[in-house]
């Protein structure tokens, strides 16, 4: 908890990142077959999210988008190896990307992302907030 806590105390600050922002964080475990050259490219291809997803209008809504690996050296990483950050102006453009409301129009991009990475990750950890102080 106390590593999770720290990770997202340095998102926040490190993005300059506006009060009411949400920040989206995701963390990685990966399979044990999963190579070197997949791992990447499903980090390159998280990040691309931001250029690649658009609401039913065109237009882009993610705000910003990180990626890097797990270099920690407090030993509380539980395992996960690529940590990524999105950040979204509030919570309808998040709820619209992960695809919260099923009923509603959803990001068809981030969703074949998930099915392809998903055979890839043994584990996922995926925590939101939004920006209270910074």
Do not use: W
Request: with cysteine; glycine share 6%.
């Amino acid at each position: 908890m106390k590593f999770v806590l720290c990770l997202l105390l340095l998102c926040a600050a490190a993005l300059c990142v506006e009060r009411g922002q949400l920040q989206h964080i995701v963390l990685f475990k990966y399979k044990e077959t999963t190579t070197q050259d997949q791992k990447f490219k499903m980090m390159k291809g998280l990040v691309n999210l931001k250029d690649r997803c658009t609401k039913p209008d065109g237009k882009k809504y993610i705000l910003a988008a990180s990626a890097g690996l797990q270099n920690s050296g407090e030993k509380f990483d539980k395992g996960l190896e690529q940590g990524f950050v999105l950040t979204f102006s509030n919570s309808y453009d998040r709820d619209y990307f992960v695809g919260l409301n099923k009923t509603a129009p959803y990001d068809r991009v981030h969703q074949d992302y998930i099915k392809e990475v998903s055979q890839l990750v043994s584990d996922v950890l995926v925590f939101d907030f939004n920006v209270l102080l910074n």
